[in-house]
């Protein structure tokens, strides 16, 4: 299969053309990067350090004031920090977390509407941590202004949010209530237009440098659902290499104007409807969690309350780079590298991504399959600590991942009451699942599970999950060689 700078289709996170120089270039680039590749997620590791506090524009899904260590959105985040600060905070958690390996600035406001604390910390970095990657996220609005500085410091990964490619601002309007342009507020479709102008022009400078180009849009019920297809289309066009496609969290309470509003938040299926709808034209990233702008650890987990600043801050820098200790970084990266040989072997090379029916199956027909898993790619994690699925798609032929499903809560950690059961939760969020594969599960969830059909299959705890997916719905479902029950 071919891949280019920009959309990009291969049989797995490995299937790059080994005699395309091009195409090895950005596996190099994406490898270890676990917000560029799915495969790479549940093994590597990512810092946000909040030094970007200043936004230049208002979106109406954000509320940059609300905080809680609980909550986990965009722009929320326990405290800012000072470049020095965030580079000192690197380093600790580098040296805890050896399977670190991406730091980005993504807020709490917008990192290039913040351009010298954004770039210092870069700077910093480059020479105290020089095996990190680096990256950071925008709104596109500053974009252009800044694409020289995004070269200098060897950021060649960047996410642009964009949610809209209407040309007229209507769409851009509803979302964003203004935009900061020279100087002064412009409001309405007029300011959505300008935005849009900067982030198609920003975005086209960096593919044309080969800079690796994520784009994020906010899946918003009833407001651009309908034109998310069209972002798609114009985002492969510009080389753009993947498309996030985030659902809209509006809870009340997390006092947005969306959510104040009573605009829904997009549920699973929708957010899986808009992803085929989009899959077409474009690379998905399916893995996202919408993390934190301080958020810390592996994608689906953030440890960022275990390093407040007080464990690092008094530290020198000559202590916290013995502590990181690149030496023995590499070595646990290596053998994490090894560790995913053999795991791939295991698997039997079954996942495709951005496959379609006809890939996956022979039938056309295909299961979804949920799965509980600690990380590494194995499912190795009880049903009652759950609090998120991975859901893939399975056919006869092969697999693919489709998305993650959170829940708010599990059987384990917060105190709901004695009367609380996260059962019906689950149940709603696995309606449209087949299977749920866990490394342990008790009579009773098990029992509720089944009411909505939904089969319980413990049997493959501590195996790896791709292989285990697809021989679940042969075991469950297979009917002959060729057929799916």
């Not at 080969?210 to 972002?231: E, Q, R």
């Not at 499903?405 to 009367?419: N, T, V, W």
Request: aromatic letters at 6%; proline letters at 4%; one cysteine or more.
């Amino acid at each position: 299969m071919s891949c280019s700078t920009g959309g990009c289709s291969t049989s797995s996170d490995t299937g790059f053309d080994p005699n395309n120089p091009e195409a090895m270039a950005i596996q190099e680039k994406i490898n270890n990067h676990p917000c560029y590749s799915e495969g790479a997620h549940q093994h590597y590791a990512r810092i946000h350090v909040p030094v970007a506090p200043a936004c230049n524009i208002q979106c109406n899904y954000c509320n940059r004031k609300y905080d809680c260590s609980n909550e986990s959105r965009p722009g929320v985040t326990s405290g800012k920090l000072k470049p020095e600060e965030a580079v000192k905070k690197v380093l600790y958690v580098g040296g805890e977390i050896q399977q670190l390996s991406v730091v980005g600035v993504a807020g709490p406001g917008d990192a290039l509407a913040n351009p010298k604390k954004t770039f210092d910390t870069f700077r910093m970095l480059q020479e105290k941590a020089p095996d990190l990657k680096l990256c950071l996220s925008t709104n596109g609005l500053r974009l252009p202004d800044y694409i020289e500085e995004i070269e200098k410091y060897n950021v060649d990964h960047v996410t642009v949010t964009i949610n809209t490619v209407d040309p007229t601002g209507e769409i851009g309007s509803q979302i964003y209530p203004w935009v900061h342009w020279n100087h002064k507020k412009v409001f309405g479709a007029e300011g959505a237009k300008i935005l849009l102008e900067k982030q198609l022009e920003g975005i086209k400078m960096l593919t044309d440098r080969g800079i690796l180009v994520k784009a994020n849009s906010v899946l918003i019920p009833g407001v651009n659902d309908k034109d998310l297809p069209n972002v798609a289309k114009k985002l492969k066009e510009m080389n753009v290499f993947l498309h996030n496609i985030m659902p809209l969290l509006s809870s009340p309470e997390f006092g947005t104007k969306f959510g104040i509003d009573g605009v829904p938040s997009a549920t699973d299926q929708e957010t899986m409807a808009a992803q085929e709808a989009c899959g077409m034209d474009m690379k998905l990233m399916s893995h996202c969690r919408q993390c934190r702008a301080d958020a810390v650890g592996l994608i689906g987990e953030d440890k960022g309350d275990e390093f407040t600043k007080e464990a690092f801050v008094g530290m020198s820098f000559e202590a916290l780079e013995d502590k990181y200790n690149i030496k023995s970084r590499v070595q646990k990266h290596e053998a994490i590298e090894n560790w995913r040989t053999h795991l791939e072997a295991a698997n039997e090379r079954i996942k495709i991504e951005q496959a379609s029916k006809e890939q996956l199956s022979s039938t056309g027909e295909t299961k979804l399959v949920a799965v509980t898993t600690a990380g590494e790619g194995m499912i190795n994690m009880h049903f009652g600590s759950a609090q998120e699925f991975l859901v893939y798609e399975v056919g006869d032929k092969a697999i693919k991942f489709v998305m993650h499903r959170k829940i708010e809560s599990s059987y384990s950690g917060a105190d709901y009451g004695d009367d609380y059961n996260p059962i019906e939760e689950i149940k709603t969020s696995l309606r449209d699942v087949d299977i749920l594969l866990t490394a342990k599960i008790g009579e009773c969830p098990m029992n509720d599970l089944n009411e909505i059909g939904l089969i319980c299959d413990d049997s493959f705890a501590n195996e790896p999950i791709e292989k285990s997916a697809f021989e679940a719905v042969k075991k469950h479902f297979k009917t002959n060689e060729k057929e799916l029950g």
